[in-house]
């Protein structure tokens, strides 16, 4: 097996996400501006199998979505920096065409590759595939903006 382009650790530095909610394990290959291939290992103890179902574990379409989203992150940040400067990120603004064809289980590798489809300034326009072993268990095109954090307005005073 090859040694992956990014590790855990080095996955957990690029992703802003902390436990429960990173949803990528390795990075397989990345090529900036094009494409990333990433891993999510999917085990049983996984908080979302508490209630995602009881009698019989399915991962959430919405998990798989965000494996994607991180995995777009990651090719972002490695392709323009994105999120590298002091509370910018990178924030999910469309779904579109998603697809959850085979149910994804405890047990099982999710592979997840995300090619870019279009850059414009702050916004990029993704296509994705996840398959478990070689089988497609999902695919659609995600759209992201570059975004930072703003002040909240403070709140009214009542005293």
């Known amino acids: 097996m090859n040694a ?8 957990r530095a690029a ?4 436990f429960p909610m990173i949803m990528v394990d390795t990075v397989t290959s990345l090529e ?26 399915v991962m959430p379409g919405t998990m798989i979505v965000e494996a994607i989203g991180q995995s777009a992150s990651i090719l972002f940040s490695k392709t323009t920096g994105t999120g590298t400067q002091p509370g910018e990120f990178l924030v999910l603004g469309a779904i579109n065409e998603m697809r959850f ?29 996840a398959t478990v072993d070689t089988t497609v268990v999902a695919r659609g095109k995600l759209g992201f903006a570059r975004r930072g954090l703003q002040a909240r307005p403070s709140e009214p005073s009542f005293s």
Do not use: C, W
């Open 32 to 57: 900036p501006g094009k494409r990333i291939r990433t891993t999510k290992n999917v085990t049983g103890n996984e908080i979302q199998f508490l209630g995602h179902f009881p009698e019989h574990a």
């Open 4 to 11: 992956p382009a990014m590790t855990f650790e080095e996955v």
């Open 101 to 129: 064809l085979v149910p994804v289980l405890p047990g099982s590798r999710l592979d997840i590759e995300v090619q870019v489809l279009k850059f414009i300034e702050d916004f990029a326009l993704v296509e994705a595939v």
């Open 15 to 18: 992703l802003k996400q902390r």
